[in-house]
């Protein structure tokens, strides 16, 4: 793996990115940032985009360009455990896989500053690249599995966080608890007796085996590519079954849209794995047996972001909303057979990507 991604170049000479308007006082603060930090004066600042948590900057010095993700919220621990997953990417393979963490501080506010990649994203080129270059994309995550995931949570820290949905109840306003039960017949009780039905199958049949380091953030917007795969997203890495990363990963391509397709993408796993020891056969027969637990995880993950993002931005960003739902739709039939009728109220709050409602 280490020699295929040093023999390949990672650079894209197309740099066209859509960028958002950056506000004065946003250019005043990232000025002065990397002033202190570098003591280099900024040349340029494009806003990359915005996500609730924060907000993303490219900024030009010179012929330098850098990424700085800044967070004004109490979620500093998403730029802090980023901060730290990278390091720890670049510990195993150097500036292989992700961008190269460059630094990170905590305040009044929170910023960390990566370097820029100078590649486009998957999204972008083409989805048929990666099928066009199966066994490098798989000799990539099997890279990012290996890293050492000793140090990094667990998978009930995200399944804490991912049931923490249920605190929004006393913080969010009066009347989106209202629309939550006018539009989608759903009230905070309901949602907790549903959440609790997914964890007690979870808990009950998931198992701390084969413990990877899983980056839930692979998708085709955070995955660049030009000769070789690097992936610019590591906020969200937990130590987790290789069944439920390469399920994660299948959900998030749609590889999982055809048993022929998800085969292909296994074989080719085990085939440039260095870290299995069974032959793809039995690989993917035991990956079967794990389907629908590891399922049940991905649901919660979709459902409980399809909540929040309604909770706080409504229908805005409707190309998340469709995602979520395509996703949902391939999960749905294991999810019923926990949920039984409860499964039409959790159909409404994916149903609202064709409504115009919230």
Same mark, same amino acid.
């Given at each position: 793996?280490?020699?295929?991604?040093?023999?390949?170049?990672?650079?894209?000479?197309? *740099?066209?990115? +859509?960028?958002?308007?950056?506000?004065?006082?946003?250019?005043?603060?990232? &000025?002065? !940032?990397?002033?202190?930090?570098?003591?280099?004066?900024?040349?340029?600042?494009?806003?990359?985009?915005?996500?609730?948590?924060?907000?993303? #900057?490219?900024?030009?010095?010179?012929?330098?360009?850098? *990424?700085?993700?800044?967070?004004?919220?109490? #979620?500093?621990?998403?730029?802090?455990?980023?901060?730290?997953? =990278?390091?720890? *990417? +670049?510990?195993?393979?150097? /500036?292989?896989?992700?961008?190269?963490?460059?630094?990170?501080?905590?305040?009044?506010?929170?910023?960390? %500053?990566?370097?820029?990649?100078?590649?486009?994203?998957?999204?972008?080129?083409?989805?048929?690249? !990666?099928?066009? +270059? !199966?066994?490098?994309?798989?000799?990539? %995550?099997?890279?990012?599995?290996?890293?050492?995931?000793?140090?990094?949570?667990? $998978?009930?820290?995200?399944?804490?966080?991912? +049931?923490?949905?249920?605190?929004? @109840?006393?913080? !969010?306003?009066?009347?989106?608890?209202?629309?939550?039960?006018?539009?989608?017949?759903?009230?905070?009780?309901?949602?907790?007796?549903?959440?609790?039905?997914?964890?007690?199958?979870?808990?009950?049949?998931?198992?701390?085996?084969?413990?990877?380091?899983?980056?839930?953030?692979?998708? /085709?917007?955070?995955? =660049?590519?030009?000769?070789?795969?690097?992936? %610019?997203?590591?906020?969200?890495?937990?130590?987790?079954?290789?069944?439920?990363? $390469?399920?994660?990963?299948?959900?998030?391509?749609?590889?999982? $849209?055809?048993?022929?397709?998800?085969?292909?993408?296994?074989?080719?796993?085990?085939?440039?794995?260095?870290?299995?020891?069974?032959?793809? #056969?039995?690989?993917?027969?035991?990956?079967?047996?794990?389907?629908?637990?590891?399922?049940?995880?991905?649901?919660?993950?979709?459902? &409980?972001?399809?909540?929040?993002?309604?909770? &706080?931005?409504?229908?805005?960003?409707?190309?998340?909303?469709?995602?979520?739902?395509?996703?949902?739709?391939?999960?749905?039939?294991?999810?019923? @057979?926990?949920?039984?009728?409860?499964?039409?109220? *959790?159909?409404?709050?994916?149903?609202?990507?064709?409504?115009?409602?919230?």
């Amino acid at each position: 793996m280490e020699k295929a991604i040093l023999d390949a170049p990672i650079l894209d000479l197309d *740099v066209s990115k +859509n960028f958002c308007d950056v506000e004065d006082s946003e250019k005043e603060l990232i &000025t002065d !940032i990397f002033l202190k930090e570098f003591e280099k004066n900024v040349d340029d600042i494009k806003k990359i985009n915005s996500k609730y948590a924060y907000d993303s #900057f490219r900024v030009d010095i010179g012929n330098e360009s850098y *990424v700085i993700k800044i967070l004004y919220s109490e #979620f500093s621990f998403i730029l802090k455990n980023e901060y730290r997953n =990278l390091n720890l *990417v +670049n510990e195993k393979y150097p /500036n292989l896989l992700s961008p190269t963490a460059l630094k990170f501080k905590e305040g009044d506010f929170c910023y960390l %500053i990566t370097s820029f990649e100078f590649a486009d994203s998957v999204k972008n080129i083409s989805q048929n690249c !990666i099928f066009q +270059n !199966i066994d490098l994309f798989t000799s990539f %995550i099997d890279a990012i599995h290996e890293v050492d995931s000793s140090k990094i949570e667990n $998978l009930q820290t995200k399944l804490d966080f991912n +049931n923490s949905i249920i605190d929004l @109840e006393s913080e !969010i306003e009066q009347k989106d608890i209202l629309d939550l039960n006018n539009y989608f017949n759903l009230n905070f009780k309901k949602l907790k007796e549903i959440l609790e039905k997914i964890n007690k199958y979870i808990s009950d049949n998931y198992k701390e085996e084969n413990l990877v380091f899983c980056n839930f953030e692979l998708r /085709n917007s955070t995955i =660049l590519f030009r000769d070789i795969f690097k992936c %610019i997203n590591f906020e969200n890495c937990y130590a987790a079954d290789l069944h439920l990363s $390469l399920k994660n990963i299948s959900s998030q391509f749609g590889f999982n $849209l055809s048993e022929q397709i998800e085969n292909t993408f296994l074989r080719s796993y085990v085939k440039m794995s260095r870290i299995v020891s069974v032959d793809s #056969f039995n690989f993917i027969n035991e990956y079967r047996c794990k389907e629908k637990v590891n399922r049940c995880i991905i649901f919660l993950d979709i459902f &409980t972001d399809q909540l929040f993002h309604l909770l &706080t931005l409504g229908n805005k960003n409707s190309e998340k909303l469709y995602k979520n739902f395509d996703r949902y739709n391939h999960l749905r039939s294991d999810i019923k @057979e926990i949920l039984g009728d409860d499964i039409k109220k *959790v159909d409404k709050i994916f149903n609202v990507a064709f409504t115009n409602k919230v």
